[in-house]
């Protein structure tokens, strides 16, 4: 029922997740790393995610990628084409793992899953929604190329900035 997708950049393999990327997701989403994505959670809050991100590829045929390396199928966190119910707009999202933190990972697969957004699901647009504090996904952001616009309230994450991707006529 799942779109099996897999995309493959020079360092990393970009798939579907799966139960066995649980583990690793449930580790990060107990850290307070995980503050911007509704963390800290517990065991079954984490696996409630997880389906949540399983089910919005059966809703929506697209969904948040695991991310591994290629050379190690070590799992480094979710990147991907993301549009739940509540949100503005389509959302080029990304969290990655502690270890994964600092080596240029997110953003080589969030490149990889804009050209998929743009290219294969055909957006003409995308957005990346980010915490105010997330001093981290918002100088990634800019290094995508995107500007802030404007803020969004959502009623259960709060305010986040609305961060526009550079529409695809202008990556090419």
């Known amino acids: 029922m799942i779109d099996a997708t897999v995309i493959e950049t020079a360092r990393l393999r970009l798939r579907p997740p799966s139960q066995a990327d649980f583990p690793a997701e449930a580790t990060f989403l ?3 790393r995980a503050r911007f994505v509704g963390g800290p959670m517990n065991a ?19 969904g948040f990628f695991a991310v591994e390396e ?26 990655v793992t502690g270890a994964a933190e600092g080596l240029g990972i ?24 980010i915490d105010a504090a997330n ?11 995107c500007r802030y616009e404007r803020d969004f309230d959502h009623a259960r ?16």
């Open 157 to 172: 994450y709060g305010r986040m900035g609305v961060w526009r991707h550079p529409a695809p006529e202008a990556l090419q």
């Open 30 to 32: 107990a850290s307070e």
């Open 44 to 62: 079954e809050e984490a696996w409630r995610s997880l389906a949540t991100i399983l089910g919005h590829w059966v809703l929506r045929g697209y």
């Open 106 to 129: 997110a953003r080589e697969a969030a490149e990889a899953t804009r050209h998929h957004a743009y290219g294969t699901l055909g957006w003409a647009t995308a957005i990346s929604l």
């Open 135 to 145: 001093t981290r996904s918002i100088a990634l952001a800019e290094r995508l190329g």
């Open 70 to 95: 290629r050379s190690t199928g070590a799992y480094c966190g979710r990147v991907g084409p993301w549009f739940p119910e509540g949100w503005p707009e389509p959302e080029i999202g990304w969290t």
